[in-house]
């Protein structure tokens, strides 16, 4: 007969077979180490860096950029390729934190939310989210700011527009450039604030929902 029943296998401590591994930020940011990641050491069929590829690390972007101001948002890299001990990164999400988000919702205003799907030059396809609030006119006696529903048609098709046209412009670490100082958000506000002012438009949210092939 085979072994005893019920014989406990020796708990090793799993620790003791991971390596740590350095993660590389895309050139676009200002801190390229940005952090470690844990990883089983290869053994057998099981490759360490091949499950490295594909992890997304959370990062804030104030972190990234040594810059407090920017704490409000938040960044998501991917994991692409292993090179010895570092692992290089692309960008992965981008979305603004939750208190940031909570912060801007207030009543007495309307809320207005766009997206869409850009393909940049270099062949990802991102879907960008942008939100907007109506803002009150100086010396305004009402005391709420509601748009009608036909003024808020015509800024969601502008902000959309606006997106296409930055975001479809140019490559993909080139729209990350333009997410860190939110040059989007200001070029929406400037020119959808002839319809009804608005005032705190945020790109709130890019997703990657297509990339090439890594090379």
Known sequence: KGGKKGVKKKAGDPFLKKEWYDIK???VFGT??????????TSGTKI?????KGRVLEMNLADLNKDEDQSSKKVK?????VQGRNCL????????TRDKEASLIKKKQSLIEAHVDVKTTDGYVVRLFAIAFTNRVEGQVRSNCYAQSAQIRK????MVDIMSKEAGAGQLRELVKKLI????????????????????VHIRKVKLIKKPKFD
Not at 48 to 52: E, G, I
Not at 77 to 81: A, M, P, T
Not at 155 to 158: Q, V
């Open 181 to 200: 100082p939110e040059s989007i958000g200001k070029e929406m506000q400037k020119q959808c604030s002839s319809i009804y002012p608005i005032k705190d």
């Open 48 to 52: 360490a860096t091949d499950q490295l």
């Open 77 to 81: 890299l991917c994991i692409e390729e």
């Open 155 to 158: 800024i969601r098709m502008k």
């Open 32 to 41: 390229r180490q940005c952090g470690k990641t844990l990883v089983t050491r």
């Open 89 to 96: 990164t692309d960008f992965h999400a981008f979305s603004l």
């Open 25 to 27: 930020a895309p050139s």
